[in-house]
């Protein structure tokens, strides 16, 4: 039995083929990250200005919050999804901390939505359901994280009854 692994060399993922893949995430990540681009501008160029109308009884530091979030979260999000470089791990979990951004982002918004706009159901369920899907996400690169962890120990962990597990 031998002592190695022998692993094929995979052609490495294009732009497109991420894109591909990743086209639910990428939507949500563009929309967010647009979101907070749009709400800090706003806040910052036209000052006592409110983003949206919606948004009048909402408190300056919540939406301050929500759109600094947005955008931050948006960037980590989108450059650990669509860069690609030698250290998995540290591209997960970069993108993992842009994907825990958004989702208190939209937790912000939630809690936003439902103490200060009388009757705001759509905008309480929107981000609701943004930030649960923010957190499946984390969930999942959780996951993603294990396996190659689990893979890389399979690899590098000499097996019992081999020449190097004896040596």
């Known amino acids: 039995m031998p002592s190695h692994l022998y692993v094929t060399k995979k052609p490495k993922a294009t732009l497109w083929d991420i894109i591909k893949g990743h086209a639910m995430e990428l939507a949500v990540v563009s929309y967010s990250l647009i979101t907070g681009i749009a709400v800090v501008t706003v806040l910052v160029r036209a000052a006592g200005a409110v983003p949206s109308a919606t948004l009048q009884a909402v408190p300056g530091y919540f939406l301050y919050g929500i759109g600094g979030f947005l955008t931050l979260g948006g960037v980590l999000a989108l450059g650990g999804l669509l860069i690609r470089r030698h250290n998995v791990?540290?591209?997960?979990?970069?993108?993992?901390?842009?994907?825990?951004?958004?989702?208190?982002?939209?937790?912000?918004?939630?809690?936003?939505?439902?103490?200060?706009?009388?009757?705001?159901?759509?905008?309480?369920?929107?981000?609701?359901?943004?930030?649960l899907g923010c957190a499946g996400r984390v969930a999942a690169l959780v996951g993603i994280e294990r396996q190659l962890e689990a893979a890389v120990e399979a690899v590098t962990t000499p097996q019992e009854g081999t020449p190097d597990a004896t040596a």
């Not at 939630?110 to 981000?127: C, H, N, T």
């Open 89 to 131: 791990r540290r591209e997960l979990n970069i993108e993992q901390s842009g994907w825990i951004l958004l989702g208190v982002a939209w937790g912000i918004y939630l809690y936003s939505a439902v103490r200060y706009m009388d009757g705001a159901v759509l905008q309480a369920s929107f981000a609701l359901f943004i930030g």
